[in-house]
């Protein structure tokens, strides 16, 4: 959509392209991505269904809740507390794949699973009724209160991650878990694997062997680098 210079962002609703709202997903398409361990990628095969991971288990320890002192109400505290029970997907907004969030979830045996924003939605099971949103990134916790969910909300610090969230919230049969299986549409979510640059050369003919076995037809690609890890955290 649009120009190839332009970014195509949609937050809070409105695809910055036009300045409009934006309430079709399927007319405001953005590529997502989603890096993972090779082990992670095998269980997505076999389960045909992609991990959901609970608020309060995600690294950054103010995920879902207030990280200042402007926010005391003990009804906003029990708010907080929900929104931590909750479970999310992450994906990465890009137009390419990042050698740094590559380094940071899926370095020596990832892959990573490029997808639309669209077929994210499409291939989730409308069963479990989930949300998707752009993450909002603020300097606090009031700035965080405009988003429809705190799940959809942190702290500037991450900004660079670009994030797009589906939410599925949780039940009173969740309470124990720190992840879950949500059913998705492989095929669906799929358009194309793509395999670590910092791999070793097998990596690639594995999972083209996988996406054989498991019936999907897209491409598995390996971007050549002359970049190392070493000289990305200098």
């Given at each position: ?16 392209v ?19 361990p ?21 690294r ?7 990280w ?90 991450f ?76």
């Amino acid at each position: 959509i649009g120009p190839r210079n332009y970014r195509h962002w949609i937050h809070r609703g409105f695809c910055s392209v036009a300045m409009k709202p934006c309430h079709d997903w399927f007319m405001c398409d953005q590529k997502i991505w989603r890096y993972l361990p090779l082990s992670q990628f095998v269980s997505i095969l076999q389960n045909k269904a992609l991990w959901f991971s609970k608020i309060r288990e995600l690294r950054d320890p103010f995920e879902g809740r207030s990280w200042s002192t402007e926010v005391t109400s003990s009804f906003l505290e029990l708010c907080e507390a929900a929104d931590r029970e909750n479970f999310v997907s992450c994906w990465t907004i890009d137009d390419q794949d990042s050698a740094l969030m590559w380094l940071a979830y899926a370095q020596n045996d990832g892959v990573a699973i490029c997808s639309t924003t669209g077929r994210l939605k499409r291939a989730i099971s409308c069963k479990c009724k989930p949300e998707f949103h752009d993450v909002g990134y603020f300097n606090n916790s009031a700035g965080a209160l405009k988003m429809p969910s705190r799940c959809f909300a942190k702290r500037r610090l991450f900004e660079r991650e670009r994030e797009h969230r589906a939410l599925v919230r949780s039940s009173s049969d969740d309470k124990p878990l720190k992840s879950k299986l949500v059913s998705v549409d492989l095929q669906e979510l799929i358009v194309e694997i793509w395999i670590s640059p910092f791999s070793e050369e097998w990596l690639q003919t594995m999972v083209k062997n996988l996406i054989f076995r498991y019936n999907l037809k897209c491409p598995v690609n390996r971007q050549p680098t002359t970049l190392d890890r070493h000289s990305l955290l200098r």
